[in-house]
Nanobody, 115 residues
Framework: VQLQASGGGLVQAGASLRLSCSVS????????VGWFRQAPEKEREFVAS????????LYADSVKGRFTTSRDNAKNTVYLQMNSLKSEDLAVYYC?????????WGQGTLVTVSS
């Protein structure tokens, strides 16, 4: 399974950004998908996840109400819509696909938020 994340960039605080992650190599709907991030000098942390259909989602408390994850199973793509970005959202964002105990990771995309 290969994951290719895109959409990162430099934005001002309060702006919005949408990340995309294209998944290939296996049946997309067999996987729960999610987003993690790693800020400088910090450990990687969970951001959001979605079950196979997109009907069930989870969010970290720090992004609830600002970030929304969704998936388009016809396009084998998962999205992370990020609104009201804050300086503390600055991080490398990684998409993740999980099936059972097996995890696959994308290469990461950098989100920089200037205040």
């Amino acid at each position: 399974v290969q994951l290719q994340a895109s959409g990162g960039g430099l934005v001002q605080a309060g702006a919005s950004l949408r990340l995309s992650c294209s998944v290939s190599g296996d049946a997309f709907t067999a996987y729960a998908v999610g987003w993690f991030r790693q800020a400088p000098e910090k450990e990687r942390e969970f951001v959001a996840s979605s079950n196979w259909s997109g009907g069930s989602t989870l969010y970290a408390d720090s992004v609830k109400g600002r970030f929304t994850t969704s998936r388009d199973n016809a396009k084998n793509t998962v999205y992370l819509q990020m609104n009201s970005l804050k300086s503390e959202d600055l991080a490398v964002y990684y998409c993740n696909a999980r099936r059972g105990w097996t995890n696959y990771w994308g290469q990461g995309t950098l989100v920089t938020v200037s205040s």
